[in-house]
């Protein structure tokens, strides 16, 4: 049986399937996204300031009339905000956005890159400096980065006091991030799963459609279960009802352990192609 919840390294619980929000439009197809979202039974969002619908889920939060305390809200620091007066700036306005007065988890988003920035370690401690203010005011429950490589992880970690609790990186069939995720593994980081689906490439991967077949599932099920069982937590995205119903779904089944190496095992087959070392955004 798999836990519907994971604790981070502060004994935070985090729901094991979140809903993810990137490419939603603003407006009524984000309010109307997430409403479905809360009413199939997720409580784990995971937002961010530039994906332009924070106000939009934050309408959709407050008209739900939800339980705070059930609810499990991430948002990400846009790159354009980095440094340590920054964030603070941009964690009020994302927070006013979303009409919350704390966050469970707050990330950044993509590390600062050697490519662009000679000082890229000196911008991302600087940056976490804030993470860890406002973490320690309470005003976020964990905090964690998103798009770290062991070498960003292992730089920011020697020149800060608290250790990221989570890094949200691209994960998908034939794309594991192993060496990510094992540091992450030795270093009590929870790793999430951006693009579980690799934004809907997998849907047509003809060995993934053959097991999702054996247990009478969908692709999409198949590839948010396959994280759960690879201890990663899914931020599936979807704006359709009923693919937001079937991706929770996914805790009546149990891909069996040959399968698991069989996904495991496969190559590369599409992905986002962003490598965080390279991007110039
Ligand atoms: P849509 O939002 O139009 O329903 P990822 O989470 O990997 O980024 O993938 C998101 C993409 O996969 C979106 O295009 C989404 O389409 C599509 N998608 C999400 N869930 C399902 C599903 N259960 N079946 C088919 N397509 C899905």
Redesign the pocket.
């Given at each position: 049986m798999l836990n519907k919840t994971v604790k981070l390294a502060n004994g935070y619980e985090i729901p094991s399937v979140g809903f993810?929000t990137?490419?939603?439009p603003d407006g009524a197809t984000a309010v109307a996204a997430v409403k479905e979202a809360l009413s199939d039974g997720y409580t784990h969002l995971d937002c961010a300031a530039v994906y332009g619908n924070e106000k939009s889920i934050g309408k959709a939060l407050k008209e739900s009339g939800y339980d705070r305390s059930r609810l499990f809200i991430t948002s990400k620091l846009w790159n354009t905000e980095r440094g340590y007066d920054k964030t603070i700036a941009a964690f009020e306005k994302t927070l006013a956005d979303l009409q919350l007065d704390y966050l469970d988890l707050y990330l950044i988003h993509w590390t600062a890159n050697a490519k662009q920035f000679p000082n890229w370690r000196e911008i991302n401690a600087d940056t976490w400096r804030a993470f860890e203010y406002l973490y320690e005011q309470g005003r976020i429950k964990a905090i964690g980065v998103s798009n770290f490589k062991t070498h960003h992880l292992e730089a920011l970690i020697a020149d800060s006091k608290i250790k990221p609790m989570v890094d949200q990186i691209e994960f998908?069939p034939g794309f594991m991030q192993t060496e990510t995720v094992t540091f992450c593994r030795e270093n009590g980081i929870a790793v999430e799963a951006?693009?579980?689906?690799?934004?809907?490439k997998?849907?047509q991967n003809e060995t993934l459609k053959t097991i999702a077949d054996k247990y009478g599932v969908?692709?999409?099920?198949l590839c948010i279960r396959w994280c759960l069982q690879n201890d990663v937590i899914p931020?599936?995205?979807?704006?359709?009802p009923n693919?937001i119903q079937?991706?929770i779904d996914v805790f009546g089944f149990e891909i069996g352990a040959e399968d698991m190496e069989v996904i495991n095992a496969m190559e590369y087959c599409g992905g986002s192609g962003l490598d965080p070392d390279e991007i110039d955004f």
């Open positions: 993810g990137w490419q939603t998908h951006w693009s579980p689906l690799g934004t809907g997998m849907l969908s692709v999409a099920q931020l599936p995205k979807s704006v359709t693919r079937q991706n």
